[in-house]
Structures are given as C-alpha cells and as structure tokens.
C-alpha cells in the first residue's frame, strides 16, 4: 500500500509563490513518474506538472515558465515550486504517483489533496 502526503497549500496574492511538497510512504518497489494535477472549482481535475524517475518534466502551457516540478528518489518526494500565482490558479492540488508493487504490477495513488487559493 501506498501513502501520499501533501503539505504547502495555503492563500497567497496574485504575483505570490507557494511551494508544494508530496511525500510517499508505504511498501513497494518503487515510484515511478511523479506528478501534481489540480482541479478548480467547479472544474474537471487537469494536469499541471509531471517528472519521471529520470527528471524528464512535462508542463501545462498554462504554468510554464512559472511552476517547477523536482522530486528526490531517496526520499521518495515531489515538490511544486509556485511562482508569479495568478487567481486562476486557484484549485485543490492533488499529488500523483505511478507505484511500482513487488508484484512488479503498476497502480496509481493519489494523495488527498491541498488547497490553494491566490487572491487578486
């Protein structure tokens, strides 16, 4: 079984930063990709940022340039650096993680989410 964690959200202005971090606990073999998604209110979840096990990141054209995804293999974390916030950024953001069991099979997990909010 696997665990994710969030931590980070919070409320900031527009133009602000936010860090978000994602820790994994529980036993398997390995993470794999590692990504956040976010959904607005009202809104479908979408993908924001993901990175594989290598460091190869993908973005959504709506944060490039402005969020960052890193993650550190021994320890299992991701995190999601948040610069120049604007309101639509506004969303629950979830941490993802591709898990590779000792059945060597792979199954998602999900974290349970944090809240961001940016003020105008």
């Known amino acids: 079984q696997v665990r994710l964690v969030e931590s980070g959200g919070g409320l900031v202005q527009a133009g602000g930063s936010l860090r978000l971090s994602c820790a994994a606990s529980?036993?398997?073999?390995?993470?794999?990709?590692m990504g956040w998604y976010r959904q607005p209110p009202g809104q479908q979840r979408e993908l924001v940022a993901t990175?594989?096990?290598?460091?190869?990141?993908n973005y959504a054209e709506s944060v490039k340039g402005r969020f960052t995804i890193s993650r550190d293999n021994a320890k299992n974390t991701v995190s999601l650096t948040m610069n120049s916030l604007k309101p639509e950024d506004t969303a629950v953001y979830y941490c993802?993680?591709?898990?590779?069991?000792?059945?060597?099979?792979?199954?998602?997990?999900w974290g349970q989410g944090t809240q961001v909010t940016v003020s105008s």
């Open positions: 993802n993680a591709d898990v590779l069991t000792w059945k060597t099979t792979m199954t998602p997990a």
């Open positions: 529980g036993n398997f073999a390995a993470i794999m990709a």
């Open positions: 990175i594989t096990r290598e460091g190869t990141t």
